[in-house]
Every structure is written in C-alpha cells, then in structure tokens.
C-alpha cells in the first residue's frame, strides 16, 4: 500500500513563496500522473494542480494559475508544488494523489497522506 508523504508547508506572508514536496513510500506512484489538492477549514478538498507522467502536460484550477508551478521528479519518485505570490485564501492543508486525468476527478489511491499546512497571513 502506498504512503503519500507531504512536505514544505509553514506560515508565510501575503505575497511570499513555498515549495510543497511529496513522495510516494510502499508503493512507487511515478507511473502516474499526479496532482496537488487542498482543503481550507470548514470547505471539501479541492483540487489545484496536475501533471502528467512526463511532465510536458500541467492543468491547475484558475484561482492559482500563472502564481503555482507543479513539477515532477520521475527519478525520485517526487512531485512539487511551487507557490509564489501566495495570498491569505491559499490557506489550507495540501495533499498530493495519483490522477487518472488532468482534471484531478479521479484519484488513483484511496488513501491519502497527512498533508502539509500552508498558513498566509496578510
């Protein structure tokens, strides 16, 4: 069974950057494409970011593009998350999943990892 690691998250303020790390022990993921989701207080998780296998092919929800870069590590079975410009409504726990599409309708793993909390003060 797969264990999805989340890393990276800390408090930050309004317009400043972190880079999410997650990697994949149990089970290899990098077969996958892979995609980043977050969940705020209070609100379902939601997805953000996605990127296929080989990486060439990313999609992210509107609320981040052009602010959020999602990337992968094939070699290191890792995928990233790097979020500049962030904003107070960023705030939330991240977690990473296989995808079964760009969309991040459908998550490959059941079961998923603790997250990582991002917190952005404004």
């Known amino acids: 069974q797969v264990q999805l690691v989340e890393s990276g998250g800390g408090l930050v303020q309004a317009g400043g950057s972190l880079r999410l790390s997650c990697a994949a022990s149990g089970r290899t993921f990098s077969g996958y494409s892979k995609g980043w989701f977050r969940q705020a207080p209070g609100k379902e998780r939601e997805f953000v970011a996605a990127i296929s296998w080989s990486g060439v092919y990313q999609n992210y929800v509107d609320s981040v593009k052009g602010r959020f870069t999602i990337s992968r590590d094939n070699a290191k079975d890792t995928v990233y998350l790097q979020m500049n410009s962030l904003k107070p409504e960023d705030t939330a726990v991240y977690y990473c999943?296989?995808?079964?599409?760009?969309?991040?309708?459908?998550?490959?793993?059941?079961?998923w990892g603790q997250g990582t909390q991002v917190t952005v003060s404004s």
């Open positions: 999943n296989a995808v079964r599409s760009l969309s991040g309708s459908q998550v490959v793993f059941d079961s």
